[in-house]
């Protein structure tokens, strides 16, 4: 029986760590993707890596249940190897519960990965499926897409001192002046 795991939320610091490649391909690992799979699904997502579950390998599940079927998809060390456009979506993420953002992908990749046995495989991925494979994979590198959004952020904020900065250098108003 497939068991439900806990969920790691940000800022745990282990979602920010680079998860390691499995080499192990044993039944354990069939074991530990069936677990995640029932996490996914039992908190309403269409992806996972198991860093979101503090298990820091390269392991990915999705499933984006559209029509409201299931079909899962498992991914091992997978690995982008082609990407082509770009495509903007609002992302939400089981690690930064009740926050959504608009991030910029590709809106085309091909991937390569292992299957639950080892063996390597090749898929190309588009739109949503695209969308939520990079999200995964950035999982597995300890990127969330809030790391995304606060690099943004920041360069707000830098422009926004630029401008405050610039507002000081001004010369400063006369305190005598009476009216
Ligand atoms: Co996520």
Redo the contacts with the bound molecule.
């Keep these: 029986m497939a068991k439900t795991l806990k969920l790691y939320t940000y800022p745990d610091p282990l979602l920010n760590e680079i998860s390691e490649t499995v080499v192990d391909f044993s039944n354990d690992l069939k074991k530990f993707t069936e677990d995640m799979l029932k996490t996914m699904y039992e908190n309403n997502g269409i992806?996972l890596?198991a860093p979101?579950v503090g298990i820091l390998k390269r392991v990915i599940v999705i499933d984006l249940q559209e029509d409201g079927k299931r079909e899962p998809f498992v991914f091992i060390n997978p690995e982008i190897i082609e990407k082509s456009g770009t495509i903007t979506f609002e992302e939400g993420?089981?690690?930064?519960p009740q926050y959504r953002e608009i991030v910029k992908r590709s809106e085309n990749i091909t991937v390569k990965y292992q299957d639950l046995s080892g063996e390597e495989k090749v898929i190309n991925a588009t739109k949503l499926f695209a969308i939520c494979l990079q999200?995964?994979i950035d999982?597995l590198n300890g990127i969330?897409?809030v790391d995304k959004i606060s690099q943004l952020k920041k360069s707000f904020l830098k422009n926004g001192l630029k401008r405050i900065v610039k507002i000081r250098k001004a010369p400063p108003i006369p305190q005598n002046l009476v009216y």
């Design positions: 992806g890596a979101q993420c089981l690690s930064v999200h995964e999982h969330l897409f």
